[in-house]
């Protein structure tokens, strides 16, 4: 149940729906499998997999709802083959060659024999909705993942409007302060051992893992100009996490005595006891951690979208 990667947005007019309404519009948009001809398809599924059918779990404010992403993996260098093979028959039966067109007639037709017959990867993608501070978090390693939920979610409901998770200080800017200044950190900041230094030129990144963040390598590359992309931190006895400059905490590590707080809750083997325990307890600590990180970088800038003229 634990997250590993949190890319975060804020609502704008939260629509204000019963967890009754929300789970039958949910229900609406459930997972299915792909169609013979479809390369893939997004729906929504039992958080708990086989363990329960509920499509949402909502506990204290806090929802949890699950995208089950399924596509169809055809690879390009399969369909490519098979395109010229056909194309090289019917030239040679033909004598000609064919025009582009007639080879994009062809590999069209290579795809829908082929799709059908394909092995399909089934990904789960979580989503944590946090109704008391209109705040979404999805659990997804690419904000491309990411979108594609908030887009089921959206359709789901018919309209939703989110942006990205913004801070006054950018992220990159506060990063490369802390690595810079040791007394410019927060009190509770802990430095991890890995960093991603970008180059103001063309000179690329510098990605560096094991290492001691305040050691005089470092240093002498942020006094080039370097500034930090990523930077591994731990919030002390809480939460350690990569900070990406787009605000995306990747690389949870939720600290021991929380995960033992959870293990002593008494489930009696019971799979949805124990998701619902676990759950609670992590979107709890992580509203904490996520308010104080904004506190870090100076608040939430305002992303709110303009109303346009009429």
Partial sequence: MWFKHLHLYRLHGAPRLAAEDLAAALAERAARSPGGNEARRLGWCPPAGRAGTDLLHELEGHRLLTALRQERLLPASVVREEVEERSADLEAREGRKLRRQEKQGIKEQVLEELLPQAFVRRQRLDLWWDTHRDLIAVNASSRQRAEEVLDLLRDTLGSLKVTPLAT???????????????????????????????????????????????????????????????????????????????????????????????????????????????????????????????????????????????
Avoid: Y
Avoid at 211 to 219: A, G, H, T
Avoid at 254 to 283: P, T, W, Y
């Fill in 168 to 310: 006054r200080t950018l992220p990159m800017r506060a990063m490369t302060q802390w690595l810079t200044d040791a007394d410019s950190r927060p009190a509770d900041l802990q430095l991890g051992d890995q960093v991603e230094l970008k180059a103001k030129g063309d000179d690329g990144v510098l990605r560096a893992r094991q290492v001691d963040l305040d050691s005089d390598e470092i240093q002498q590359l942020l006094e080039k100009g370097r500034q930090a992309s990523k930077l591994a931190m731990a919030m002390e006895g809480r939460l350690g996490f990569v900070l990406h400059d787009d605000l995306a905490l990747k690389s949870l590590r939720f600290d021991d005595a929380l995960i033992d707080q959870a293990n002593d809750i008494e489930d009696d083997g019971d799979a949805l006891v124990r998701l619902e325990a676990d759950f609670l307890l992590m979107a709890q600590a992580l509203r904490e951690q996520i308010e104080q990180l904004v506190g870090w970088l100076d608040g939430e800038a305002d992303t709110a979208p303009q109303p346009t003229s009429p």
